[in-house]
């Protein structure tokens, strides 16, 4: 909610500030039991140039204990849900989850240890050679602790995953799960090791299941406060029985169940589904290398615009904060020039992060058409507040990929 994005954002100043009383202010919220939070204290922490002493140890070990133990639950949890098709979105989003819990790893790490030799160690492993991740292993060797290499240097080191999973049971031991236990255990894990993005999809997979059944894990759904896992949850739920669905949702409340009727019971309604629009965005190249659930965010702040034939999307020489516009359905084209067609999938609007705010001709909708609209200020807030979305953005617009381009396109973006 709002309090969390004042919060993330207030942290975001702590570091920049810095300070040993800003860092005895991030500390007394290391264990903030949301993990937004918590990756945000660290990363504030991390800018500081903190270093863990005493007790403040042990905590840190344990923070790296648990984000090991999630990565090595996901990676078993890859080989149970299945390798076709339907499960391709759930097995990226469980790849995304791991891939952040590297980033945490690495910021614990460097909290304990020297942050250069940790960000070498990283980089080495990141390299993907075979000699690149021998030097980082030799070097962890060198100075980190002997409680430690037990449980990083299987998780880091290049191994077949049936290997590496068991190296890894030893100290994280878990049950193997079947294709239907496995997405229960998804749906119902702690909201710290699995994302709702993940819990999300992982229903959209359940219901594909053969002679599956209407279970309490989606029921309970029905009741979460949540709107992506409410709807989601129905949607399984009228998808797998619609008696059913009727049946449960007259025990939620009026405007829910009003909410849920409109998006599912009307034509094309599933297409308002919050899973939907995720996965749309993710499908296009500006937003594919941002993480499902960062996309989750931005697709909940995008308004739908529609646009009937004629009607003009931006006027020629507009100088004014120019909305981004995605198509959804339909086509625009330039006013002058009607062999310039976009289409569906195509943005305007995220190229002006580094360019001006006109356009050399009116565009128009050729056809009646669907937009997500999203305000340009709203957009770069989002930006602000997500280093991936920055990073991926300025990534697909310029090809390039690290922190300095980041900063260097948000600041143009903000002055143009």
Request: glycine fraction near 6%; charged fraction near 30%.
């Amino acid at each position: 909610g709002q309090d969390i994005k004042t919060m993330l954002r207030i942290i975001q100043i702590y570091g920049r500030i810095g300070g040993d009383e800003v860092m005895d202010l991030l500390w007394g919220k290391i264990d903030y039991p949301d993990k937004r939070i918590l990756s945000e204290v660290l990363l504030a922490l991390s800018q500081c140039g903190f270093q863990a002493k005493d007790d403040k140890v042990i905590r840190i070990k344990r923070a790296i204990e648990k984000d090991i133990s999630n990565t090595a639950w996901n990676i078993a949890a890859l080989a149970e849900i299945g390798e076709d098709a339907t499960a391709d979105n759930l097995r990226q989003a469980l790849i995304e989850e791991n891939e952040h819990n590297h980033d945490h790893l690495y910021m614990l790490l460097s909290l304990i240890y020297d942050a250069h030799s940790i960000q070498l160690v990283r980089n080495n492993i990141e390299s993907g050679t075979i000699e690149g991740v021998t030097f980082a292993l030799e070097l962890l060797n060198v100075f980190i602790d002997d409680d430690m290499k037990q449980i990083l240097f299987p998780l880091l080191d290049e191994m077949p995953h049936d290997e590496k999973l068991e190296r890894l049971q030893v100290h994280f031991p878990r049950e193997k799960l079947n294709g239907v236990d496995i997405l229960k255990h998804i749906i119902n894990r702690d909201y710290n090791s699995t994302n709702r993005y993940t819990k999300a999809l992982a229903m959209c997979k359940f219901f594909l299941l053969p002679e599956v059944k209407v279970t309490d894990d989606l029921i309970a759904n029905l009741f979460n406060p949540d709107p992506l896992l409410r709807e989601t949850a129905a949607w399984a739920i009228y998808l797998i029985n619609k008696e059913e669905y009727h049946k449960h949702t007259s025990r939620i409340s009026k405007a829910y169940k009003h909410e849920l009727d409109r998006i599912l019971l009307s034509a094309g309604g599933d297409e308002d589904m919050r899973v939907w629009k995720i996965l749309f965005l993710k499908n296009i190249e500006v937003f594919s290398k941002i993480p499902g659930v960062i996309l989750a965010e931005l697709a909940e702040s995008f308004e739908e615009t529609t646009f009937r034939k004629g009607e003009t999307v931006i006027a020629k020489e507009n100088s004014g904060n120019i909305p981004i516009f995605i198509i959804v359905k339909g086509k625009l084209t330039f006013e002058d020039n009607r062999e310039v067609i976009l289409k569906e999938n195509d943005i305007m609007g995220v190229t002006l992060v580094l360019d001006s705010d006109s356009y050399p001709s009116s565009i128009i909708a050729s056809e009646e058409s669907l937009l997500y609209r999203i305000e340009k200020d709203k957009f770069y807030d989002m930006m602000s507040s997500h280093y991936e979305m920055a990073e991926g953005v300025i990534h697909n617009i310029t090809g390039k990929f690290g922190k300095d381009e980041v900063e260097e396109g948000i600041e143009i973006g903000v002055a143009s």
